[in-house]
T-cell receptor, first 112, second 112 residues
Framework: EAGVAQSPRYKIIEKRQSVAFWCNPI?????LYWYQQILGQGPKLLIQ????????DSQLPKDRFSAERLKGVDSTLKIQPAKLEDSAVYLC??????????FGPGTRLTVT | AQTVTQSQPEMSVQEAETVTLSCTYD???????LFWYKQPPSRQMILVIR??????QNATENRFSVNFQKAAKSFSLKISDSQLGDAAMYFC?????????FGAGTILRVKS
């Protein structure tokens, strides 16, 4: 069974530029999560989708971050414009309803 | 709000020895799940072990076992016969419903 796929693995941008991350969940997983993991900290949930709909985006900085999940499968997370404090690893995870979350390899973003 | 605390930023263990990682959490819920995740330098979050709060029996997975003290809200991970491949960041996590909250992590170093 293929795992959660993410791309790119690494991205370096300058502040005020925009960036997008892509995630493909495990086939059949209705729930998809985006986490932000700042160096030295545990992952923090940014947004959670159930199929096409947003379940929880209470910690998403909506003035600069946006996310969508088209057709209930793939998802993209966008940052525009990026700030220095957005430097982090962005993890995507998926689960079959409320069961265990399976994580992708993450995207390391560096904002200079 | 649910919080997870890992008081040991870093731990070291000699190969083949046993090490225990500590975790405490705060919740007013009675039905929840607890997890230990391993994150090696590759950044892939790997589920190590899970514990259902309603189960009194401590979970065990091969060399990994937990000491779950529900009244004390404590959930420690014991790694027996430590191996070089166990070196990683370990995160304790609490799940209630679909929400997964992580601790700050403990770096485990294994010495040969």
């Amino acid at each position: 069974e293929a795992g959660v796929a993410q791309s790119p693995r690494y991205k370096i941008i300058e502040k005020r530029q925009s960036v997008a991350f892509w995630c493909n969940p495990i086939s059949g997983h209705a729930t998809l999560y985006w986490y932000q993991q700042i160096l030295g900290q545990g992952p923090k949930l940014l947004i959670q989708f159930q199929n096409n709909g947003v379940v929880d985006d209470s910690q998403l900085p909506k003035d600069r971050f946006s996310a969508e999940r088209l057709k209930g499968v793939d998802s993209t997370l966008k940052i525009q414009p990026a700030k220095l404090e957005d430097s982090a690893v962005y993890l995507c995870a998926s689960s079959f309803w409320v069961y265990e979350q399976y994580f992708g390899p993450g995207t390391r973003l560096t904002v200079t | 709000a649910q919080t997870v605390t890992q008081s040991q930023p870093e731990m070291s263990v000699q190969e083949a020895e046993t090490v225990t990682l500590s975790c405490t959490y705060d919740t007013s819920e009675s039905d929840y799940y607890l997890f230990w995740y391993k994150q090696p330098p590759s950044r892939q979050m790997i589920l190590v072990i899970r514990q259902e709060a309603y189960k009194q029996q401590n979970a065990t997975e091969n060399r990994f076992s937990v000491n779950f003290q529900k009244a004390a809200k404590s959930f420690s991970l014991k790694i027996s016969d430590s191996q070089l491949g166990d070196a990683a960041m370990y995160f304790c996590a609490y799940r209630w419903g679909n929400k997964l909250v992580f601790g700050a992590g403990t770096i485990l170093r294994v010495k040969s």
